[in-house]
């Protein structure tokens, strides 16, 4: 098993374009910007798609928007070779300003203190991609979006495909779906080509659902089995999936789900962290019979399972946290069943 043992490595494994990434980056034409990107999976993807283009030898920008509070980041982006602009979405002449690109990813979104102030969640999650729709109307979209928007499903049901009827728990996951109707309103209206793409929890070594799970092990406290599955992916993987569908984008716009090919059940995660960790698991609450689920099926069908696999995943959270590995300090929450983030 090849560990992750430093930040650095760490960012290194995710920005590593696959072969699959070069050769889509090489047949996407046009520049790349990456919006919102300030936040736990921008400045990874930016970094794949700059590394891809410079593998491939293809002149392409790669332009990472978002209002970067922390400056370091702006200095690190910009040293690996990608362009920053600071913009408040939310401010119409900011976006006016931004260039024109062929390939937009739509990372912005707030979702934790919603409870505190759901008209900035919503403002947020449905004016901004009102705002970025109209300005990058000729431009390719892939809209991230949440498995959030499905309701919770029994745990037999193999989870939510895209086909289903949405069912938004809580006015997080509702706004969630206000960001995928306005994307596919102007999609429709104007004939924009767009995917939302509905992410269920991405894992980097620094935080993710797994890494909860791990972390409350490995500090002997109980874990919550009121949620009692979920799903994962390493966010390496969920990026290059999100570069690729770039080339998935379509008007109406499309959806994919997208997340691990594992129904995970949070007992089974805690007992193998445990044995990885030379703990005795915890346990609290009454295991729910119901769980948000998502079935990535068909993402998998149409560009290939995720190269990093859950028992790799699991080792590597587990080896992470043993070796008292920086944690972003963001819990997912994932054990909160009524939408209340
Ligand atoms: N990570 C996951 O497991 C996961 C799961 C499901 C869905 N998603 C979705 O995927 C997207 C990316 O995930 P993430 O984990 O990277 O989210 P994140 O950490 O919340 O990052 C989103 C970033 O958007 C930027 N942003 C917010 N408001 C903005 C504004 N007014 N103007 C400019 N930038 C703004 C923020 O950066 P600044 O503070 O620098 O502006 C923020 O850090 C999110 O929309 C999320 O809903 C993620």
Redesign the pocket.
């Known amino acids: 098993m090849n560990f992750i043992e430093s930040v650095e490595s760490l960012e290194e494994q995710m920005a590593a374009p696959s072969a699959l990434d070069r050769e889509s980056v090489r047949r996407l034409k046009g520049d790349f910007i990456v ?8 400045p990874s ?1 930016a970094r794949r798609i700059r590394r891809a283009a410079d593998a491939e030898g293809v002149p392409r920008r790669v332009i990472a ?6 400056l370091a ?1 702006v200095d690190e982006l910009n040293r690996d070779g990608i362009e920053t602009i ?6 119409r002449d ?1 976006v006016a300003g931004l260039p024109a690109c062929a390939n937009v990813l ?7 203190g919603s409870t505190d102030r759901p008209d900035l969640t919503w ?3 449905t004016v ?1 991609p009102a705002q970025v729709a109209c300005h990058y109307r000729t431009s390719r979209i892939v809209a ?5 928007v499905y309701p919770l499903v029994k745990l037999d049901s193999g989870g939510s495909v895209e086909s289903d009827p949405p069912g938004p728990v809580g006015e997080y996951a509702q706004s ?1 779906l206000g ?1 995928e109707r306005v994307f596919e309103y102007y999609s429709q209206e104007r004939g924009t080509p767009c995917l939302l ?8 070594l620094r ?3 797994l890494v909860d799970i791990a972390r409350k092990v490995f500090a002997g406290q109980p874990i919550d089995l009121t949620v009692p599955a979920l799903n994962a ?1 390493w ?1 390496g993987d ?1 990026n290059s999936y999100a570069l690729r569908c770039l080339e998935q984008c379509s008007s109406p716009a499309g959806i994919l789900n997208v997340t691990g090919p594992e129904i995970i059940s949070v007992r089974r995660a805690a007992e193998s962290f445990a044995r990885l960790l030379h703990r005795e698991p915890l346990f609290k609450g009454e295991e729910g019979e119901f769980a948000l689920l998502s079935n990535a099926a068909r993402c998998h069908s149409l560009l290939g399972r995720p190269e990093v696999t859950l028992e790799v995943l699991l080792e590597w959270v587990a080896h992470w946290v043993e070796r008292g590995g920086v944690s972003l300090g ?1 819990p ?1 929450k994932f054990e909160v069943a009524d939408g209340r983030f």
């Open positions: 919006l919102g990107a300030g936040g736990k999976m921008g993807l928007v978002s209002r970067f509070s922390s980041l600071t913009c408040d979405l939310l401010n900011e739509f990372l912005s979104g707030r979702k934790f403002a947020t999650n901004i991230f979006s949440t498995g959030n969630c960001r793409f509905r992410l269920n929890y991405a894992v980097d935080y993710g659902v992916i966010q969920a963001k997912t």
